[in-house]
T-cell receptor
Framework: DADVTQTPRNRITKTGKRIMLECSQTKGHDRMYWYRQDPGLGLRLIYYSFDVKDINKGEISDGYSVSRQAQAKFSLSLESAIPNQTALYFC???????????????FGEGSRLTVL | DQQVKQNSPSLSVQEGRISILNCDYTNSMFDYFLWYKKYPAEGPTFLISISSIKDKNEDGRFTVFLNKSAKHLSLHIVPSQPGDSAVYFCAASGSGSARQLTFGSGTQLTVLP
């Protein structure tokens, strides 16, 4: 079983709909992240959380919200989806005890979202 | 403005030869650099990293070189194998922004048998 699990893996929705992407992890890491990948733009950080009570905006948080329900669960919501939110979304975790305090990221397999 | 740039979207190399993937950065506060590899339908996986106090780090067939004065790093894969065919992302972090990783746009490496 994957250490970082994302659901759904694929979702097609319509403009204006609310959509939630869920992430759960069994690595025991405190830090969790949501990234989106777009062709030619690489991975961009949407939100991150260092523990259950700590939520921070990333580079591109507009139009998104998150909820850290437990240490192991971090969900991403699009309250009113729009077509330019069509992308591949990745959840990731990290352990801050890595070199330089920058633990490597462990990614889920991704959730492909299409907004029509 | 992208702070981490991978100017080559794709690279093809013959099996057994060296693959060299390049990455440039603009933020002088970056002091830790990583390479991730991504296969289709999978999440990126960590490959190798280097701290700014070093100029080279080696792990088996993979070597990362860092040239701080040029703000440039490169990943060498020797010898290249067909299983190395993937998208490679360069990433960097610094003492600011809670050490979040900034990723490049990726380079698709294809190793031809």
């Amino acid at each position: 079983d994957a250490d970082v699990t994302q659901t759904p893996r694929n979702r097609i929705t319509k403009t204006g709909k609310r959509i939630m992407l869920e992430c759960s992890q069994t690595k025991g890491h405190d830090r969790m992240y949501w990234y989106r990948q777009d062709p030619g733009l690489g991975l961009r950080l949407i939100y991150y959380s260092f523990d259950v009570k700590d939520i921070n905006k990333g580079e591109i948080s507009d139009g998104y919200s998150v909820s850290r329900q437990a240490q192991a669960k971090f969900s991403l919501s699009l309250e009113s989806a729009i077509p330019n939110q069509t992308a591949l979304y990745f959840c990731a975790t990290s352990d801050p005890a890595g070199v330089m305090g920058t633990g490597e990221l462990f990614f889920g397999e991704g959730s492909r979202l299409t907004v029509l | 403005d992208q702070q981490v740039k991978q100017n080559s979207p794709s690279l093809s190399v013959q099996e057994g030869r060296i693959s060299i993937l390049n990455c440039d950065y603009t933020n002088s506060m970056f002091d830790y650099f990583l390479w991730y590899k991504k296969y289709p339908a999978e999440g990126p996986t960590f490959l190798i990293s280097i701290s700014s106090i070093k100029d080279k780090n080696e792990d088996g067939r993979f070597t990362v070189f860092l040239n701080k004065s040029a703000k440039h790093l490169s990943l060498h894969i020797v010898p290249s194998q067909p299983g190395d065919s993937a998208v490679y992302f360069c990433a960097a972090s610094g003492s600011g922004s809670a050490r979040q990783l900034t990723f490049g746009s990726g380079t698709q490496l294809t190793v031809l048998p």
